[in-house]
T-cell receptor, first 115, second 112 residues
Framework: GNSVTQMEGPVTLSEEAFLTINCTYT??????LFWYVQYPGEGLQLLLK?????DKGSNKGFEATYRKETTSFHLEKGSVQVSDSAVYFC??????????????FGRGTSLIVHP | DAEITQSPRHKITETGRQVTLACHQT?????MFWYRQDLGHGLRLIHY???????NKGEVSDGYSVSRSNTEDLPLTLESAASSQTSVYFC???????????FGPGTRLTVT
């Protein structure tokens, strides 16, 4: 079956530090990959996505590249801000999963950014 | 703008009571989902629906039910609330396979 593994948190950084949150996946087909962000007290919202190998998704200074050879989709940001403090979820949606619309989520990684 | 809403946002109920959480979306998506989120467990799928009159069980469906009488709404019912069902519940919808999900703001349910 499909699975998503992301690094355990919390990740604690100082403002303006470089961020990497690792995400690796297993899938039977050619999935679309997503990063969602959840701010305190809110629902998840899409941060960025990539639909095929070597695609780079980007938004709000965050980037992630779909690496088929390493089955990875690591999230990066060059300079984090306090307002980036949130929980980040890596997810995949695999159209080859028997027509299923059910995505697979990682456990989430909490990011805490200190001033 | 299209959106997905949940009500109530907070609910406190007693063990054994029936509780219904509402989810309403104006995206006109056929596919809707209910998740619960608990510390240490991430998101867990409770039930999902691919269209009117269609409902399916997810990985943690025991004690929960859903009904789908129209495209916009997927209410989640806890038949007899238990303390183990204290959680934050999220509703979501998706347009197509491979597309992103749109989440509601969540309902925090406490069962005392």
């Amino acid at each position: 079956g499909n699975s998503v593994t992301q690094m355990e948190g919390p990740v604690t950084l100082s403002e303006e530090a470089f961020l990497t949150i690792n995400c690796t996946y297993t899938a039977t087909g050619y999935p679309s990959l997503f990063w969602y962000v959840q701010y305190p007290g809110e629902g998840l919202q899409l941060l960025l996505k990539a639909t095929k190998a070597d695609d780079k998704g980007s938004n709000k200074g965050f980037e992630a590249t779909y690496r088929k050879e390493t089955t990875s989709f690591h999230l990066e940001k060059g300079s984090v801000q306090v307002s980036d403090s949130a929980v980040y979820f890596c997810a995949l949606s695999d159209p080859s999963s028997g027509g299923s619309y059910i995505p697979t989520f990682g456990r989430g990684t909490s990011l805490i950014v200190h001033p | 703008d299209a959106e997905i809403t949940q009500s109530p946002r907070h609910k406190i109920t007693e063990t054994g009571r029936q509780v219904t959480l509402a989810c309403h979306q104006t995206w006109n998506h056929n596919n809707m989902f209910w998740y619960r989120q608990d510390l240490g467990h991430g998101l867990r799928l409770i039930h999902y629906s691919y269209g009117v009159q269609d409902t399916n069980k997810g990985e943690v469906s025991d004690g929960y039910s859903v009904s789908r009488s129209n495209t916009e709404d997927l209410p989640l019912t806890l038949e007899s609330a238990a303390s183990s069902q204290t959680s934050v519940y999220f509703c979501a919808s998706v347009r197509d396979i491979g597309s992103e999900q749109y989440f509601g703001p969540g309902t925090r349910l406490t069962v005392t």
